[in-house]
T-cell receptor, first 116, second 115 residues
């Protein structure tokens, strides 16, 4: 089945540093790609998305480019802030059998902890 | 915006008892709801897909007789953990969508602790 791989379990940049959080995926379909953010004790929230190849998702200074040739969707930001600290999940949509809705497959998550 | 509400937000129960978790879509009709389970510092693992008015589709390795899912209306799905054991302690999260390309909205989760 489809899968999403996040290689970093935790990243610890300082405030003002640039950021790249890696995400790669495997699929035989044409999924949409997402980054979700999760704060302690809460469910995940959609952070940004890209629906097809070469689309770029953007939100709050974060960007991610849907790259089909490298099967990647890395999350980037030029200058991180302390308020960006959270757990970030890369995810893709996969067609769900017997349903018109697509299910979301999550990566393992990357904890972003910004040092002041 | 669309809101998905889960209740309770946390529950403590004794081993052997059953616990019901509710997931409601507050301002839209959810044709499909998904149930996830998350262990501390780990990812969300899909347990099952629930379509209104039909039986849930369970992911491989998820016991359907232990995790009973009911989606009787377009705004409510329930997950019942039957005969709970300490290893069932986890964070359970639901999500809901109107289907097709509509966005997926997540609830705030239910933390279950089985003693």
């Amino acid at each position: 089945g489809d899968s999403v791989v996040q290689t970093e379990g935790q990243v610890l940049p300082s405030e003002g540093d640039s950021l790249i959080v890696n995400c790669s995926y495997e699929t035989t379909q044409y999924p949409s790609l997402f980054w979700y953010v999760q704060y302690p004790g809460e469910g995940p929230q959609l952070h940004l998305k890209a629906m097809k190849a070469n689309d770029k998702g953007r939100n709050k200074g974060f960007e991610a480019m849907y790259r089909k040739e490298t099967t990647s969707f890395h999350l980037e930001k030029d200058s991180v802030q302390e308020s960006d600290s959270a757990v970030y999940f890369c995810a893709l949509s996969e067609t769900s059998l017997g349903s018109s809705a697509s299910k979301i497959i999550f990566g393992s998550g990357t904890r972003l902890s910004i040092r002041p | 915006g669309a809101v998905v509400s889960q209740h309770p937000s946390w529950v403590i129960c004794k081993s052997g008892t059953s616990v019901k978790i509710e997931c409601r879509s507050l301002d839209f009709q959810a044709t499909t709801m998904f149930w996830y389970r998350q262990f501390p510092k780990q990812s969300l693992m899909l347990m099952a897909t629930s379509n209104e008015g039909s039986k849930a589709t369970y992911e491989q390795g998820v016991e359907k007789d232990k995790f009973l899912i009911n989606h009787a209306s377009l705004t409510l799905s329930t997950l019942t953990v039957t005969s709970a054991h300490p290893e069932d302690s986890s964070f359970y999260i639901c999500s809901a969508t109107q289907g097709g390309n509509s966005p997926l909205h997540f609830g705030n989760g239910t933390r279950l602790t089985v003693t």
